[in-house]
Nanobody, 115 residues
Framework: VQLVESGGGSVQAGGSLRLSCAAS????????MGWYREYRRPPTQEREL??????????YYADSVKGRFTISRDIAKNTMYLQMNNLKPEDTNIYYC???????WGQGTHVTVSS
């Protein structure tokens, strides 16, 4: 499965962005999908799970983004979203979408939040 993220950019603190993850086939209704970003301190090869939407539609959020980020999907459009509100400089990162069941990853989209 090919996953392509879009929607990244540069905003000031307090601003909003909506990331999209388009899939090459309909996987959202049968796979758990997540948004990840790189760990910042210390920098590692691992990635932090930011938000998850399970195949049944239930969601999970990391404490650092709870109340500010919303994960959703449009199964008919084979697309998943991450609405990011009240962005903070510490949200600056590369954001990836991934299929947790198949191990497929997108190429990432950059988000920069200035203070």
């Amino acid at each position: 499965v090919q996953l392509v993220e879009s929607g990244g950019g540069s905003v000031q603190a307090g601003g909003s962005l909506r990331l999209s993850c388009a899939a090459s086939e309909n996987i959202f209704s049968r796979n758990d999908m997540g948004w990840y970003r790189e760990y910042r301190r210390p920098p590692t090869q691992e990635r932090e799970l930011v938000a998850l939407i399970r195949s049944d539609g239930s969601t999970y959020y990391a404490d650092s983004v709870k109340g500010r980020f919303t994960i959703s999907r449009d199964i008919a459009k084979n697309t998943m979203y991450l609405q990011m509100n009240n962005l903070k400089p510490e949200d600056t990162n590369i954001y990836y979408c991934a299929s947790m069941d198949t191990g497929d990853w997108g190429q990432g989209t950059h988000v920069t939040v200035s203070s």
